[in-house]
Every structure is written in C-alpha cells, then in structure tokens.
C-alpha cells in the first residue's frame, strides 16, 4: 500500500531546526524506509491523551503521526523529554 506524507506548517519552522543535522538525516532517512512503506509496523500506538495518534523512535528523538487511510500526517518531531507535552500544542 502507497502513503501520502503531509506535515505540520510548524515542523520546519519550530522543530527541525532545534535538532543536530545528523539526527534530521536519520530521522529524513526513518521516515522514508520505515514509516512509508509500514507505519503500523514500525510506529507505536500512544496511549492516554495522545489515543490514535503514534510514534516512530529514532535514537532520542520521536515523529508523533496520525494514520488516516492512506494518509500519514506528521504533527511533531522533538526530543523524547518534550515531543508529547507539545505535541498537544498542535492537536
């Protein structure tokens, strides 16, 4: 099955330029071999607050997503310790 990849306005304006560039190449690089050919396979149901949406874990960092259809929507991508609390920023 095919995915169409949309994201948040605010990720390249907020958050990637918060991260090193060799984490945005791997993240780059997680998103377009797991997440687009697989992303039940590869991402994590959240839980609580964040139900129905999912995660995708590259080293420290997260890519917090929601799957509708054949539609991947990317809502933020940050650090483990503050991608879900702003994560509700974006819902």
């Not at 605010?10 to 050919?37: F, G, S, V, W």
């Amino acid at each position: 099955m095919s995915y169409a990849l949309s994201y948040h306005p605010d990720i390249h304006k907020e958050d990637l330029p918060n991260i090193p560039r060799n984490m945005q190449t791997r993240i780059r690089n997680a998103i377009q071999e797991r997440l687009l050919n697989d992303p039940l396979k590869y991402g994590e149901p959240l839980k609580r607050s964040l139900q129905g949406y999912r995660k995708l874990r590259v080293g420290d960092y997260r890519v917090v997503y929601r799957l509708e259809k054949e539609n991947i929507i990317i809502l933020k991508i940050g650090h483990r310790k503050e991608v879900y609390s702003r994560t509700h920023l974006r819902i």
